[in-house]
């Protein structure tokens, strides 16, 4: 309308490490989310290659090809690089700058007392990771947040106490230097849990993962080896869907006919071959506009790499007038 100012959007930052192929359960855990994002907020994606790193930095072979995979399953997700900026976080060396200058002020106590630092240490105790890296990689997310002046961050619950320590370091930079940067806010996820198909969490490291990559076929025959409610043999058998993956997918996929899929597995009226048939049909017309927009990239690997080229020429920008001020603020 004519004399409205529209106000700027609010800016949101997050990131993926590009550890390879992405799998519906980080389509509903984040992506979808992300995708959602975009209408609202001035989104940045970040390909965190160097937090990719700060746990897998013996075996470095497979980092490049991952980074363009993962903006492959961004952009087959939905992620519009028109409306988004998406980038790859060690072509902003800006990002290292804030990161090494905020480490003067940071407490290593703050670092060490950080819960996912222990948690880590024990769950990962074949991989040497007690370096310096890892124990400064929530100190690098904040820099990867804060030098975007981000508003807001999509987060699970498990994630808040990066993001509070983040914004101390914050309200300790501003401190000691003057307001620089805004604290940012969490933004929490509706998370939708996916099992695998064996039941466990979805994990390409378990090997019970679906590909967003998967076509038609392979979408079938993941769903045909989904365990199912072990004390049914017939199809007249009282099921109990609580037990089964099938009921999990269908709680994610098919929500609107939910309450019905329950009722006729406990009254015995369907039978698990129809409800695998039912949900194939279901996650097939899900995925068949991400493989749509996949074909559109996956043969022209440059204009990927453009794409990610012109965002990180975007993000380095609003990166550099960041530290300008940061320079201007610390006398450096
Ligand atoms: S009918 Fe469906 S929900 Fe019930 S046990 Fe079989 S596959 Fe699972």
Same mark, same amino acid.
């Given at each position: 309308m004519k004399g409205m100012v529209s106000l700027p959007r609010k800016r949101i930052m997050s990131g993926m490490r590009p550890t390879g192929r992405l799998h519906l359960g980080n389509y509903l855990g984040a992506l &979808?989310? +992300?995708?959602?994002?975009?209408?609202?907020? &001035?989104?940045?994606?970040?390909?965190?290659? +160097?937090?990719?790193?700060?746990?897998?930095?013996?075996?470095t072979s497979d980092i490049r090809a991952n980074i363009r995979e993962m903006a492959v399953d961004w952009l087959s997700a939905g992620l519009d690089p028109e409306r988004s900026t998406f980038y790859v976080q060690s072509r902003v060396k800006e990002i290292a700058e804030l990161h090494l200058l905020l480490s003067m002020v940071t407490p290593v106590s703050w670092l060490e007392r950080v819960p996912t630092?222990?948690?880590?240490?024990?769950? =990962?105790? #074949?991989?040497?990771?007690?370096?310096?890296?890892?124990?400064?990689?929530? =100190?690098?997310?904040? #820099? /990867? %947040?804060?030098?975007?002046?981000?508003?807001f961050v999509p987060v699970g619950e498990d994630q808040l106490p990066h993001l509070e320590l983040a914004r101390e370091i914050v309200r300790r930079f501003n401190n000691f230097y003057g307001? %620089?940067?805004p604290e940012p806010?969490?933004?929490?996820?509706?998370?939708?849990?996916?099992?695998?198909?064996?039941?466990?969490?979805?994990?390409?490291?378990?090997?019970? /993962?679906?590909?967003?990559? #998967?076509?038609a076929e392979d979408i079938k025959s993941r769903v045909d080896m989904m365990i199912t409610d072990p004390a049914r043999i017939r199809k007249s058998d009282p099921g109990h869907p609580e037990v089964c993956t099938v009921h999990s997918f269908h709680g994610a996929f098919s929500r609107?006919?939910?309450?019905?899929?329950? =009722? /006729?597995?406990?009254?015995?009226?369907?039978?698990?071959?129809?409800?695998k048939r039912n949900l194939t049909a279901r996650l097939q017309a899900v995925m068949a506009p991400l493989q749509e927009r996949r074909s559109r990239y996956i043969e022209r690997p440059e =204009?990927?790499?453009? %794409?990610?080229?012109?965002?990180?020429?975007?993000?380095?920008?609003?990166? #550099?007038?960041t530290m300008e001020q940061v320079r201007a603020a610390m006398r450096i």
């Amino acid at each position: 309308m004519k004399g409205m100012v529209s106000l700027p959007r609010k800016r949101i930052m997050s990131g993926m490490r590009p550890t390879g192929r992405l799998h519906l359960g980080n389509y509903l855990g984040a992506l &979808e989310n +992300w995708v959602r994002l975009q209408d609202e907020y &001035e989104c940045f994606f970040c390909v965190v290659d +160097w937090h990719a790193l700060t746990t897998g930095y013996e075996d470095t072979s497979d980092i490049r090809a991952n980074i363009r995979e993962m903006a492959v399953d961004w952009l087959s997700a939905g992620l519009d690089p028109e409306r988004s900026t998406f980038y790859v976080q060690s072509r902003v060396k800006e990002i290292a700058e804030l990161h090494l200058l905020l480490s003067m002020v940071t407490p290593v106590s703050w670092l060490e007392r950080v819960p996912t630092y222990k948690d880590q240490l024990q769950q =990962l105790a #074949a991989k040497d990771i007690n370096t310096y890296g890892f124990l400064g990689y929530p =100190l690098l997310q904040t #820099a /990867d %947040i804060v030098i975007f002046k981000a508003d807001f961050v999509p987060v699970g619950e498990d994630q808040l106490p990066h993001l509070e320590l983040a914004r101390e370091i914050v309200r300790r930079f501003n401190n000691f230097y003057g307001p %620089i940067f805004p604290e940012p806010q969490p933004k929490l996820n509706q998370v939708t849990m996916l099992p695998g198909i064996d039941g466990r969490k979805m994990s390409k490291s378990y090997g019970n /993962d679906i590909s967003m990559a #998967a076509a038609a076929e392979d979408i079938k025959s993941r769903v045909d080896m989904m365990i199912t409610d072990p004390a049914r043999i017939r199809k007249s058998d009282p099921g109990h869907p609580e037990v089964c993956t099938v009921h999990s997918f269908h709680g994610a996929f098919s929500r609107d006919e939910l309450a019905q899929i329950e =009722l /006729d597995c406990r009254a015995g009226q369907i039978g698990c071959v129809q409800c695998k048939r039912n949900l194939t049909a279901r996650l097939q017309a899900v995925m068949a506009p991400l493989q749509e927009r996949r074909s559109r990239y996956i043969e022209r690997p440059e =204009l990927v790499d453009e %794409i990610l080229a012109a965002g990180s020429e975007k993000a380095r920008r609003v990166a #550099a007038a960041t530290m300008e001020q940061v320079r201007a603020a610390m006398r450096i």
